[in-house]
C-alpha cells in the first residue's frame, strides 16, 4: 500500500444553501469575522499534508475570488448535485497531473469546524486503503422512520392542516453512523466509481455511497461530534459556539 500518497485536497462551495435560507449561499455566512468558506480552508490549512486547495464554485460565484484564504487557492465551476461538483473538481486535479494512487481530499464548505487531528486521522487511515476512508461518527440517538398521515382529527393551528408526520418504526441504531467530511479516496478509484454514478444516472449525497454501489469497502473513522455541517438556520448558533469553544 502507498503510505506516502500526494493529497489533493479540494472544498464543495457550489451549493445555493436552500435549506439554510440566507440571502446568500451559506458558505459566505459570516461566523467569527470570516465566511464558513474561509475557516473551512483554514482548518484544512492546519494539516501538514495539504499545501493548496481546489475551491469548487458555482458558475456565477461572485463572492469567492474576493476572499482571502489560508491556503493558495484554484477554481473549478461545480455541478448541479453535489457529486458532480466532486466530479468536476476531481476532473480539474487529474488534468493537472494527479497520479491515479494518489488521496483526493473533499470536505464541505459547509462543515468548518473540523479539527486538524481529525483531517490528519481520516487521511493517514485512507493511506492504507486500497480504495479510501471518511470521518463518520455513530448515531446517537434513536432513529425513528416516519410516515406522512392526512389528518383526520381537528388540526392544532401549529400542524400542517392537511397531514401529519407519525414514527412508522425505530431503526435499530447498533450499526448506524453519520457521515462527516473529509472524505479521502484514492483518485483513479473514485474517478471510476463516479463515472458508474453517471452512467447508471443514480443519486447520492456523498462520493462514500458511490463506492457501496460497487460493494468496495470505505473505512469509517470515528470523528467529532463538533463536525456539524451547516444546513438549517438552528445550526449557526450551535456552529457559532462549537468554533468560540474550539478557541
Ligand atoms: N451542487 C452542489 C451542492 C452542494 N455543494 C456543496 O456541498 C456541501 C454540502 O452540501 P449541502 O449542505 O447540501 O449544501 P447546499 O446544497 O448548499 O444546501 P441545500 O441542500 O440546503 O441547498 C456544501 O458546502 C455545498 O456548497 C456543491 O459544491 N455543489
Ligand atoms: C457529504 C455529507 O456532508 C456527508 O454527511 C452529506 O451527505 C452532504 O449532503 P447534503 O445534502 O449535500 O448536505
Redo the contacts with the bound molecule.
Keep these: 500500500m502507498n503510505t506516502n500518497s500526494q493529497v489533493h485536497a479540494m472544498i464543495?462551495?457550489?451549493?445555493?444553501?436552500?435549506?439554510?435560507g440566507a440571502s446568500v449561499?451559506?458558505?459566505y455566512s459570516i461566523l467569527k469575522g470570516q465566511t464558513l468558506l474561509q475557516l473551512s480552508v483554514a482548518r484544512l490549512a492546519s494539516s501538514a499534508y495539504i499545501n493548496d486547495c481546489l475551491l469548487?464554485i458555482a458558475a456565477d460565484d461572485e463572492i469567492a475570488r474576493t476572499l482571502d484564504f489560508a491556503l493558495p487557492i484554484h477554481y473549478v465551476f461545480?455541478?448541479?448535485?453535489?457529486w458532480?461538483?466532486v466530479q468536476a473538481g476531481l476532473e480539474s486535479i487529474i488534468n493537472v497531473g494527479a497520479n491515479e494512487a494518489d488521496l483526493v481530499l473533499i470536505h464541505?464548505?459547509?462543515r468548518p469546524a473540523v479539527s486538524y487531528i481529525d483531517i490528519d486521522n481520516v487521511i493517514e487511515a485512507a493511506m492504507y486503503e486500497p480504495y479510501g476512508a471518511i470521518l463518520a461518527t455513530p448515531v446517537a440517538d434513536t432513529l425513528k422512520q416516519a410516515k406522512q398521515v392526512k389528518s383526520t382529527s381537528i388540526s392544532s393551528p401549529s400542524f400542517n392542516d392537511n397531514a401529519h408526520i407519525y414514527a412508522e418504526r425505530t431503526i435499530d441504531r447498533t450499526h448506524m453512523w453519520q457521515a462527516q467530511t473529509p472524505q479521502v479516496f484514492r483518485v483513479g478509484q473514485l474517478q471510476r466509481v463516479l463515472a458508474y454514478i453517471a452512467k447508471n444516472n443514480l443519486s447520492i449525497t456523498d462520493e462514500a455511497s458511490a463506492f457501496e454501489h460497487l460493494n468496495l469497502p470505505i473505512r469509517l473513522v470515528n470523528g467529532s461530534r463538533q463536525n456539524i455541517?451547516l444546513?438549517y438556520p438552528d445550526d449557526a448558533t450551535l456552529l457559532a459556539a462549537i468554533l468560540n469553544g474550539q478557541e
Design positions: 464543495v462551495a457550489a451549493g445555493r444553501g436552500s435549506r439554510f449561499p451559506k458558505q469548487v461545480g455541478g448541479e448535485e453535489r458532480q461538483s464541505d464548505a459547509a455541517k444546513t
